[in-house]
């Protein structure tokens, strides 16, 4: 990283919220009316505002909001790996959600020649900041959930092996890029999501039966959410947290509610009783897409905010 961290540093999951104009590129990328160069453009600007607007918010760790992703944080990807095929939804007569969504294919083995683009991501969010910085890249088994096996394998296991694969190759050559930037201190993040599609979760919201297996991981933080179970199950991490960072989700973004400063020091305060405050991140549940842009920014600053009220109540004066 290019700065040292406060205590208590405040860190984003992944996605920024979109602009209006965001989703008329995508619309008219993806009807083929825009030329390659076009869409570059558009995204970099995109880009250059989710930054813009974390570092105006003064959230210490940022990423580039992952304004590239057309088809969301796995979607995008899923596009650039040979041996799926996208196929129309199964139901269009429903409001947005789950059911209503394209259908991915695996027609068969599955692989990435041209990598997933991620490396291309964050050479551009290191250029364009002087922030601390982070990307954030969709683990295998989310990768194999957004599928529909046709042939070529057995189960969805068996698909997220071949997965890992494609994504530790994707890695190594971000570690690459990482060791040429003089200063840098990379860790591993592991963000486990109930699911955020149009604010609806996916799964059962409780991390109790992955706990304790998947303290295994060879994770430095897990990227847990509270904020929206009204800091349920914070107490796991008492016995945890001398050893593993916690990046604990504090800002509900499913919620239009924007949280006050003062919401976010209180479930600051919580979170301590079970956290030194030297392993704890402070982040908002999870990436703020598909939230509106008027409703994430001001919850950026309260996040930022409470934090600082917290701060100086440790005796960490801003």
Known sequence: ?????????????????????WYLVRQEAESGKMGSRDVAEALDTAVDIAILDQER????????GEMRRFGSFYRTYLRRIQGIRMQPAEKTLAGPGYHTREIYEVMGKISAPGGLGIVEEFAYLKEHTAKPTKVTCTGPTTFA???????????????????????NKELELAAIFNATVEGVNA???MHICFGNHHGRPLVKRTFRKLFPGVLDAKADQFVLEFANREMAEIDFWKEVGRRKELGAGLIDQKSFYVETPEDVAERIRVALKYVPAEKLWINPDCGFNPTPRWIALPKLKAMVEGTKIVRRELGHGV
Not at 5 to 11: E, G, N, Q, R
Not at 57 to 64: K, N, P, S, Y
Not at 145 to 167: M, N, P, R, S
């Open 57 to 64: 918010a003064g959230v210490d760790v940022i990423t580039d």
């Open 145 to 167: 959930a957004g599928t529909t096996i046709t042939a070529g394998y057995k189960d969805q296991k068996e698909l997220a092996w071949d997965f890992v694969a494609i994504v």
């Open 1 to 21: 990283m290019k700065a040292s961290l406060p205590v208590l540093p405040t860190s984003v999951v992944g996605s920024h919220a979109k602009m209006g104009w």
């Open 187 to 189: 860790k591993l993040a």
